[in-house]
């Protein structure tokens, strides 16, 4: 339900309730769609990345000897994340070499304020 903006008013548990906080108001799908047209686009680029469907959890070491980390963490100017930064934003490269070998870079810009990223030299 949170794909058309349904909460359930922060109930994580509403099965057991047979009140307007369980129900389904469908209409919710046509005054929210634009974020279930979104919700949808992400459900489909998680699908086409093989980097994202991934069978093991993501460790920060390389899965092979001599191989690359398999996740690492970045600033917006493309240096490697410190985590005692104030930053808001972060970005992150998934190493594809356990799937095809495409390698996704994601870049999360929190704020409303345009941010240029740099990615990272040699990435």
Do not use: H
């Amino acid at each position: 339900g949170d794909e058309m903006g349904r909460t359930q008013r922060g109930n994580n548990n509403a099965y057991c309730q047979d009140n307007e906080i369980a129900w389904v108001d469908w209409s919710l799908l046509d005054s929210n769609a634009e974020l279930y047209n979104f919700t949808k686009e992400v459900i489909r680029f998680r699908r086409e990345n093989p980097a994202l469907c991934r069978d093991t959890y993501f460790t920060g070491r390389p899965r092979r000897k001599g191989g690359e980390p398999d996740l690492l963490w970045f600033n917006a100017t493309g240096d490697a994340q410190r985590w005692d930064a104030d930053d808001l934003s972060i970005a992150c490269l998934i190493n594809g070499e356990e799937n095809d070998g495409t390698a996704l870079y994601l870049m999360f810009n929190p704020t409303v304020l345009a941010l240029q990223f740099r990615i990272p030299k040699g990435k």
